[in-house]
């Protein structure tokens, strides 16, 4: 042990570089896997060890050395992630190291995390060209990951872990230390720091300053304080700075004339606005009471204020209400049996106004977009947003609208009504979002509540897809027989996959086909398009299955394409082809 040796094609020699020397007092040991990092730095794997060598210099760096407890990391195997960041396969799990920044991360099984590596023990990597990392290991067989399936952060209770407390995430507020709250129904409150990943969790029961009940129906950030509503147990006033209740109303002890606070808003002058079970109140500040809006007096589901100060309200089940308290210009938008221009439905859950000032309307069947100017409301019906409940709709800085719905979460484009849905193929948590959960923070991250815990990303991370993906023929089956190559019965002389050709036998034409696009992100979001020239008049999509079956081919000649896309965007336009000749009974051939 303790030295490497560098080989010159030109003159066949070696260079000796004695690392032993170089490694101080501790014993370098069997070295099991070295990476150029550059033309004269080498990251190199030991037993014990992971090393940084600079050859020009001839200086040897623990890479851990300065790491408090790091202790003996056994270092197998070692690959470049992006041009800085490299991974590092342990004994300990995987060792992420930016060479740039000098950040180090140690990623670890976590018992209770379904999303977590399967075992700490990590032998191999390999990256595809689709750009993920396929990861062996010695215990957990073999995990993948790929950045795309990462553009959702998620949290969700984790026991002994720095997690949010509950599942059911109902409302999302940033408050101006840029602290993230998160109300849930099923267990209290919580908050996170952003920067840090730092969460604390609030529950009620735990003395003085305690929030009085665990479900949250209600946020909204008011300077240092902190408003919390709850289902029937009034409304909290937290102390952002002591993150102590400092006030709780209710009917009993205020004069709040309701205990299920469902929704919270806080207008451009500041007024906070209490929407209830039983109607709209607005809290004054200079006598710490709350007034009843006498116009909005159904019950409140969402709020919203536009430019000119018109309050919106949605109710649960009797539409939209509007009132611009200075001009006392009201109305309402509901929904008519008769007139394909109403609302869908009168269950409406979110209002959103667009840069354009459009109001769009979530509905418990689906959504719409209001034109003020022509009084025009337009239901989408795009990628089935008309038969899902709509939840939360929020705008990135491109202008594309994203939708929490109960089955997924979409991004409409407003301007050529183009939509992709994303579900937990695509990396969340869950496909049934929440009620009035969801959220964009000033640095235009977007949060949204599901029933199983809540998500976070960056719209502006999303790349369009541009792999191509291969599609081949990865099985044959003759009248529900699988062929094999040179196999007894078996057309083939090579695997289905290189087959350009297939002679049947007359009673032999009953045919099914396996097919794969070699796209492994969301492989089951892939898609195909077939034809079967000779028989089939136009492609046939397929989208959920793999398998083509085609029953009694008559004798004759047909030419079986087939092409497919990873998850459905990017098409390889290069046909996979199969020429299959059926040959007549020996009756019915030319010289019978």
Not at 342 to 355: E, T
Not at 463 to 490: C, D, H, R, W
Not at 560 to 573: A, L
Request: hydrophobic fraction near 30%.
């Amino acid at each position: 042990y303790g030295s490497i040796k560098k080989y010159n094609p030109s003159t066949g020699d070696f260079t000796a570089y004695d690392l032993a020397a170089l490694n101080g007092k501790k014993q370098l040991t069997f070295i099991q896997d070295i990476y150029p990092a550059s033309d004269s730095t080498l990251l190199i794997g030991t037993m014990n060890q992971a090393l940084l060598f600079n050859i020009k210099t001839n200086q040897l760096t623990d890479i851990f050395g300065d790491v408090p407890n790091a202790g003996s990391i056994q270092t197998h195997k070692i690959i470049r992630q992006s041009p800085h960041e490299y991974w590092m396969g342990t004994e300990t799990g995987i060792y992420i190291v930016d060479l740039s920044t000098g950040r180090r991360q140690l990623i670890q099984k976590e018992y209770n995390n379904p999303f977590s590596i399967t075992d700490n023990v990590i032998y191999s990597f390999c990256k595809d060209r689709e750009g993920g990392t396929w990861i062996g290991s010695f215990f957990g067989g073999v995990n993948y990951y790929s950045s795309q399936l990462n553009q959702f952060r998620k949290y969700f209770p984790n026991k002994g872990d720095n997690s949010i407390s509950g599942n059911l995430v109902h409302e999302i507020c940033e408050d101006q230390y840029g602290h993230v709250w998160i109300g849930t129904e099923d267990a209290g409150l919580n908050r996170m720091n952003p920067r840090t990943g730092e969460i604390r969790q609030f529950m009620p029961g735990k003395g003085a300053g305690s929030i009085s009940y665990q479900n949250i129906h209600g946020l909204v950030a008011d300077g240092d304080r902190l408003w919390i509503g709850t289902y029937e147990h009034g409304l909290d006033l937290m102390d952002i700075r002591t993150e102590k209740v400092i006030r709780n109303y209710s009917t009993s002890n205020s004069s709040l004339k309701g205990n299920f606070i469902v929704t919270l808003y806080k207008t451009a002058a500041n007024e906070i606005l209490i929407g209830a079970w039983n109607g709209l109140f607005r809290y004054n500040r200079e006598n710490d009471s709350f007034i009843r809006d006498p116009f909005f007096t159904m019950q409140i589901q969402t709020i919203h204020e536009d430019a000119d100060g018109t309050i919106w309200v949605g109710s649960y089940g009797n539409g939209v209400y509007y009132r611009n308290p200075h001009t006392g210009k009201s109305g309402s938008l509901k929904y008519d049996l008769s007139e394909t221009n109403s609302l869908p439905n009168n269950y409406v859950n979110n209002l959103y106004q667009d840069r354009h000032n459009n109001l769009w309307i979530g509905t418990e069947a689906g959504l719409c977009k209001y034109d003020r100017g022509s009084n025009k409301i337009t239901r989408i019906t795009a990628n089935g947003l008309n038969e899902r409940q709509v939840f939360r709709v929020l705008e990135d800085n491109k202008g594309l609208l994203w939708i929490s719905t109960s089955k997924g979460l979409l991004c409409l484009d407003p301007d050529n009504a183009k939509t992709k849905i994303y579900t937990t193929v695509n990396g969340l948590l869950s496909e049934q979002f929440n009620y009035n959960s969801g959220y964009k923070t000033k640095d235009g991250r977007f949060y949204f509540g599901t029933v199983k815990g809540m998500i976070s990303f960056s719209p502006a991370d999303f790349k369009k897809e541009e792999f191509v993906p291969p599609v081949y023929i990865t099985g044959l089956q003759v009248n529900n027989y699988e062929m094999g190559a040179n196999k007894p019965g078996s057309p083939l002389k090579e695997s289905v996959m290189y087959s350009r050709e297939i002679v049947l036998p007359y009673d032999s034409s009953t045919l099914s086909f396996d097919i794969a696009a070699l796209s492994y992100v969301t492989p089951e979001a892939n898609e195909y398009a077939y034809i079967m020239e000779g028989l089939d008049k136009e492609w046939t999509s397929l989208k959920s299955n793999r398998k083509i079956f085609y029953t009694k081919l008559p004798p004759g000649t047909y030419t079986f394409r087939v092409k497919g896309s990873g998850g459905g965007e990017i098409w390889n336009e290069k046909e996979t082809v199969l020429q299959i000749r059926v040959l007549p009974p020996w009756w019915a051939s030319p010289w019978a």
